[in-house]
C-alpha cells in the first residue's frame, strides 16, 4: 500500500489537500482536507444585514457574484422583501453569465490540462491539425497557418524555459492519451479563451460597474437603473451591446468549448467508469421565471439518491445538516451532532497535527470544512447534479442535449455518473444558459418599452418596518453547485450568520457515520498508473471544480501573524 499525498492540489481556487492510499493501480481509500480557515460568519455578527453582501461576496475572488446573491436572498426572505420583475431579470443576466464565463474557464484553464499533453503539442502537424479542427467544426480559426502559428509560439515559451501555466505538470504521463494533433488543437483553443472570457464578462462590467465583486447588489432588487431615455442607465445601446456579447458567447460555445469537449472525451470513454461518487445528488434550483416565492425556476430543484433518475425527490431544505466529528470545528452539543444551519456555530478547534506534517490525522479531525448531509446522506452538488435533475424531471432542452452528447460518444445513460458526466454536464449547462440568457434580455428590453423601469422594493429597506426577530434563507445555485446562506436577525442586527457552500458539499470529511465525503467517495477504484505523478487523481478531483476559499479562509494555527497589508 503507498500513502499518495497531492498538496497543494493547483488549478483550484484555495488550499486543498488529497492523500489517498493506492494498492495495485487504483485508490483504496482517500481522505479532503482543507486547510484553510474561514471565520466570515463571525465578522458579520452584530452588523447591518443590508451590508452582508458586500462581506459575502469578499468570501471569493472566482465566484464573483455567487455570495452577494445568495446573502440578499437570505435577508430578502428574512424582512419579507419582493424585488420587482426588473430586478429579477437582471440577477438572472448577471449569474447566467457568471455561469457560461466560470464554465468555459474551467475546461480549458483548469482541468484540461488533465487531459491535453502540452509537450506533446510539439510534434504536431499544423495541417493535420487543421484538417481535425475542420472536421468538428466551421470555427474560422482553424487553417494551418494559424496552428503553426500556435506552435512555433509554444516552442518559443519551452525555449526559454518561460512555460507559465504549463510549467507544472505531469507531461509525458502515460495517462495522456490524445494524439499530437488534438493536443494543439487544445492548446490553441486555450489561448483563445483566454481572450474570450474577458470580453464576455464585461456583461458585468456593464450591469454591476465591475467583475470581480459587482457593486449594484441592494437588498429588494438592483442598483441598476435602467431607462430607454437616459444615457446613464441600461438602454438600448447597452441592450445591444450585451446582445453582441451573448450571441459571441453562443458561437464560441458552441464551435470551440463543446466540439472540444467531444473530441477529447471520445479518447478517454473509460472515464465514464470512474468518478461516480456517492451516487446522491441535490440541487436548490435556480433562474426565477416570475415573480413571488413560488415563482417556477427555469433548472428545477430536487434531491436524486442512489443514482434513481425515476424518481427526483422534492428538496426539504429543513433536512439539511452538518456535522463536525472530522472537522477543525467544535459543537456546544458535541461533534457527533448534525446540526442545522440557522442553530449553526462556527466555533474553530484545531487539534492537529502541527505543520509541516506529512500525514492527517485522520482518525480524528483533519479539516476545516464541515460536513454537510441531508436527511444524513452526503450528496453531490454542481454541474452534474444540476443536469441529473433537469434531465430526469423532463426539462426539453436539457433532455436533447444529454441525449445528443450520449449518443454521439456512444455511451448509456450510466456514464453520466462519474468524472466524465461531471465534464460533459458543465458544457451541456453552458449551452443551456447561453441559449437561454437572450430570452430574458428581451423580456428586459420588453418592459423598458412599456415604461416598467422599477428596479428595486424600497418598502422594506426601513429596519423599523421589520419583525424585531426574524430568520430567512437564501439558496443560489452557484457554477460548482448547490449554496445557502443562512441569516438570523434580531432588532435590526446579524446575531447569525451560516454558509454552506458547494465545495463543502463536495469536499467536507467524513461525518459521524463515518460516510466519506463526495470527493473522497469519488477517488476510490480510481486508476493511478505512478503513485510519484497521480494524475488520475487530479482527474477526479478537479472534475469538481474545487473552490476552498468558498469554504475557508486563511489562518494560521499558532496565532502568528501571515501577511500585513499596508495602503499608503
Given at each position: 500500500?503507498?500513502?499518495?499525498v ?9 488550499h486543498?489537500?488529497i492523500e ?14 482543507s486547510?484553510?480557515?474561514?471565520g466570515?460568519?463571525?465578522i458579520?455578527?452584530g ?5 452582508a453582501?458586500?462581506?459575502?461576496q469578499r468570501?471569493?475572488g472566482v465566484c464573483t457574484?455567487?455570495?452577494a446573491?445568495?446573502?440578499?436572498r ?5 424582512i ?5 420583475p426588473?430586478a429579477?431579470?437582471l ?12 464554465h468555459v474557464?474551467h475546461f480549458y484553464?483548469l ?5 491535453v499533453d ?13 484538417s481535425?479542427?475542420?472536421s468538428?467544426s ?11 502559428g500556435v ?8 525555449e526559454?524555459?518561460?512555460l507559465g501555466p504549463f510549467g507544472n505538470a505531469?507531461?509525458?504521463h502515460s495517462a495522456?492519451?490524445?494524439p499530437?494533433?488534438a ?6 483553443h ?10 464576455f464578462?464585461r456583461i458585468h462590467?456593464?450591469?454591476g460597474g465591475k467583475?470581480?465583486?459587482?457593486q449594484?447588489?441592494?437588498v429588494g432588487g438592483m442598483?441598476?437603473?435602467?431607462d430607454?431615455?437616459k ?7 447597452t ?10 458567447a453562443r458561437q464560441?460555445?458552441e464551435?470551440?468549448?463543446?466540439p472540444?469537449?467531444?473530441a477529447v ?9 470512474y468518478?461516480a461518487?456517492v451516487?446522491?445528488y441535490?440541487v436548490y434550483?435556480?433562474?426565477p421565471?416570475?415573480d ?5 425556476l ?14 427526483v425527490e422534492?428538496l426539504?431544505?429543513?433536512k439539511?445538516?452538518?456535522y463536525?466529528?472530522?472537522s477543525w470545528?467544535?459543537?456546544?452539543a458535541?461533534d457527533?451532532?448534525g446540526?442545522h444551519p440557522?442553530?449553526?456555530?462556527t466555533?474553530p478547534?484545531?487539534?492537529g497535527?502541527?505543520?509541516?506534517y506529512e500525514?492527517l490525522?485522520?482518525?480524528g479531525?483533519?479539516s476545516?470544512l ?10 453531490e452538488?454542481?454541474?452534474l447534479?444540476r443536469m441529473?435533475?433537469?434531465?430526469a ?6 433532455q436533447e442535449?444529454?441525449?445528443g ?12 455518473f462519474?468524472?466524465l458526466g461531471r ?5 451541456i ?8 440568457m437572450e430570452?430574458w434580455?428581451?423580456?428586459l ?8 423601469l422599477?428596479?428595486a422594493?424600497?418598502s422594506?429597506?426601513?429596519p ?5 426577530d426574524?430568520?430567512?434563507a437564501?439558496f443560489h445555485?452557484?457554477?460548482?453547485g448547490?449554496?445557502g446562506?443562512w441569516v438570523?436577525?434580531q432588532n ?7 454558509c454552506v457552500v458547494?465545495s ?6 467524513r461525518?459521524a457515520m463515518?460516510?466519506?465525503g463526495p470527493y473522497?467517495?469519488a477517488?476510490?477504484g480510481n486508476?493511478?498508473?505512478d ?6 487523481i487530479?482527474?477526479t478531483?478537479?472534475?469538481f471544480?474545487?473552490c476552498m ?7 494560521d ?12
Amino acid at each position: 500500500m503507498t500513502h499518495v499525498v497531492v498538496d497543494p492540489v493547483t488549478r483550484i481556487e484555495g488550499h486543498l489537500r488529497i492523500e489517498a492510499e493506492v494498492d495495485g493501480g487504483e485508490v483504496r481509500d482517500a481522505w479532503s482536507s482543507s486547510t484553510m480557515f474561514r471565520g466570515v460568519e463571525i465578522i458579520l455578527k452584530g452588523r447591518d444585514p443590508r451590508d452582508a453582501w458586500a462581506f459575502t461576496q469578499r468570501i471569493c475572488g472566482v465566484c464573483t457574484t455567487v455570495h452577494a446573491i445568495t446573502s440578499i436572498r437570505a435577508v430578502e426572505d428574512a424582512i419579507g422583501a419582493q424585488p420587482p420583475p426588473n430586478a429579477r431579470l437582471l440577477r438572472n443576466l448577471i449569474m447566467a453569465s457568471q455561469m457560461v464565463q466560470d464554465h468555459v474557464i474551467h475546461f480549458y484553464h483548469l482541468h484540461a490540462l488533465d487531459w491535453v499533453d502540452i509537450t506533446g503539442a510539439l510534434s504536431a502537424d499544423p495541417v493535420a491539425t487543421s484538417s481535425l479542427a475542420e472536421s468538428i467544426s466551421d470555427w474560422p480559426l482553424s487553417s494551418p497557418n494559424y496552428f503553426r502559428g500556435v506552435k512555433e509560439r509554444l516552442a518559443q515559451f519551452v525555449e526559454r524555459g518561460q512555460l507559465g501555466p504549463f510549467g507544472n505538470a505531469y507531461w509525458g504521463h502515460s495517462a495522456y492519451r490524445l494524439p499530437p494533433e488534438a493536443n494543439l488543437l487544445a492548446v490553441a483553443h486555450y489561448l483563445e479563451a483566454l481572450d474570450w472570457q474577458r470580453e464576455f464578462i464585461r456583461i458585468h462590467a456593464i450591469l454591476g460597474g465591475k467583475n470581480p465583486h459587482l457593486q449594484s447588489f441592494v437588498v429588494g432588487g438592483m442598483a441598476t437603473p435602467v431607462d430607454p431615455d437616459k444615457q446613464a442607465s441600461i438602454n438600448l445601446t447597452t441592450v445591444n451591446a450585451m446582445r453582441k456579447l451573448i450571441q459571441e458567447a453562443r458561437q464560441f460555445v458552441e464551435k470551440v468549448y463543446l466540439p472540444d469537449l467531444l473530441a477529447v472525451a471520445s479518447f478517454y470513454k473509460d472515464w465514464a467508469g470512474y468518478g461516480a461518487g456517492v451516487g446522491n445528488y441535490l440541487v436548490y434550483g435556480e433562474y426565477p421565471e416570475g415573480d413571488g416565492p413560488n415563482a417556477p425556476l427555469y433548472l428545477p430543484s430536487g434531491v436524486i439518491r442512489g443514482q434513481d433518475l425515476a424518481n427526483v425527490e422534492a428538496l426539504d431544505t429543513a433536512k439539511i445538516t452538518e456535522y463536525v466529528t472530522h472537522s477543525w470545528y467544535e459543537y456546544g452539543a458535541g461533534d457527533d451532532v448534525g446540526v442545522h444551519p440557522f442553530e449553526g456555530e462556527t466555533n474553530p478547534n484545531y487539534t492537529g497535527p502541527e505543520p509541516p506534517y506529512e500525514r492527517l490525522h485522520t482518525d480524528g479531525k483533519y479539516s476545516w470544512l464541515k460536513s454537510p448531509r441531508y436527511d444524513n446522506l452526503p450528496m453531490e452538488v454542481g454541474p452534474l447534479a444540476r443536469m441529473l435533475v433537469a434531465y430526469a424531471s423532463g426539462h426539453p432542452r436539457v433532455q436533447e442535449l444529454v441525449n445528443g452528447a450520449l449518443g454521439h460518444l456512444g455511451v448509456g445513460a450510466e456514464a453520466l455518473f462519474s468524472t466524465l458526466g461531471r465534464v460533459a454536464a458543465r458544457g451541456i449547462e453552458t449551452q443551456v444558459l447561453g441559449e437561454k440568457m437572450e430570452g430574458w434580455l428581451d423580456e428586459l428590453a420588453d418592459n423598458m418599452g412599456r415604461g416598467e423601469l422599477a428596479i428595486a422594493d424600497n418598502s422594506k429597506w426601513d429596519p423599523e418596518s421589520w419583525p424585531a426577530d426574524c430568520t430567512g434563507a437564501g439558496f443560489h445555485e452557484a457554477p460548482r453547485g448547490a449554496l445557502g446562506h443562512w441569516v438570523h436577525i434580531q432588532n435590526g442586527e446579524i446575531t447569525n450568520y451560516q454558509c454552506v457552500v458547494p465545495s463543502t458539499w463536495n469536499a467536507g470529511p467524513r461525518d459521524a457515520m463515518g460516510q466519506p465525503g463526495p470527493y473522497e467517495q469519488a477517488l476510490i477504484g480510481n486508476p493511478v498508473a505512478d503513485p510519484e505523478q497521480p494524475l488520475e487523481i487530479l482527474r477526479t478531483v478537479h472534475s469538481f471544480d474545487p473552490c476552498m476559499a468558498c469554504g475557508v479562509h486563511v489562518l494560521d494555527a499558532r496565532g502568528q501573524e501571515v501577511v500585513k497589508v499596508k495602503v499608503s
